[in-house]
């Protein structure tokens, strides 16, 4: 005796090869089979989508998503932090730069160039960039504020780079989550 695949009842099968116990499932079972081979072909084409979507993707794409994961780290590390400009508790929370993104891009990936700030001090005070050095010294130290404020090696990021760079800070983030 035999459980059929589809209604689960118990037959004698004719041959060893009968998986169900009428054609009415056997019909069932070409339809599932049929739906389950769909789902895998379209989960092959949601692949290949994703890997020729990355292909196109630039360099501007990849430092904008690790832009993106850092900030993410950021605001983890300090979410029991006020705002380092203001003091206070941000109620929108922002991973605000010291020394600015595009004023200093080799430095935009950097632990100590960044902290949580407020949206009110990050985008409508420029940063509040006296009160953040002075919070600043404070949390990192003289030494290190001096060394954000030197002159820093240019970084030339490949998109291979950039890629490490992004992953690590995902996985930083995971880490501080706790998921790791």
Known sequence: ???????????????SLQKVCSPGCAIELVKADQAKAEGCRA??????????REALKTRSDWLREAQTAFNAYIRERDKDENCISCRKQPKKRNA?????VGAYPELRFHP???ALQC???NTYKSGNQVEYRKYLVERIGDRNVEFLEGAQKQQHWTIDDIKEI????????KYLKGEI
Do not use: V
């Open 119 to 121: 949206e009110h001090c």
């Open 96 to 100: 605000g730069h010291y020394k600015s």
């Open 112 to 114: 100590f160039n960044c």
């Open 166 to 173: 992004k992953q690590w800070y995902k996985d930083q983030l």
């Open 43 to 52: 989960k092959e084409r949601r692949k290949d989508t994703r890997k020729r």
């Open 1 to 15: 005796m035999k459980k059929c695949r589809i209604c689960k009842t118990e037959y004698a099968p004719f041959n």
